[in-house]
């Protein structure tokens, strides 16, 4: 039963956070439909919990070496297609 409630938890925040996105971008793009609204946020909420992981989580969890070793740090600018 432990590991359910961090699970259910996390996955409420981001399901909250998908939520709040999609209300903020239907405001400024009234003419998106349902579709182009939840592909459009789906993109954003993605890019905030990989930034999380690389940022977060995968530091604390093997180490800034093998971030480095691995080239697992995220950029500062501009994006990656590796």
Do not use: F
């Not at 909250?16 to 996105?21: G, L, M, S, V």
């Not at 950029?75 to 590796?82: I, L, V």
């Amino acid at each position: 039963m432990n590991e359910v409630s961090p699970l259910m938890t996390m996955h409420t925040v981001w399901v909250r956070e998908h939520n709040r996105i999609e209300h903020k971008l239907h405001e400024l793009n009234r003419h998106w439909d349902g579709e182009r609204l939840y592909q459009e946020t789906r993109r954003i909420v993605i890019a905030q919990w990989q930034l999380t992981v690389y940022t977060e989580y995968l530091p604390t969890v093997i180490g800034q070496d093998a971030m480095r070793a691995y080239g697992l740090q995220p950029a500062d600018t501009g994006y990656c297609n590796g």
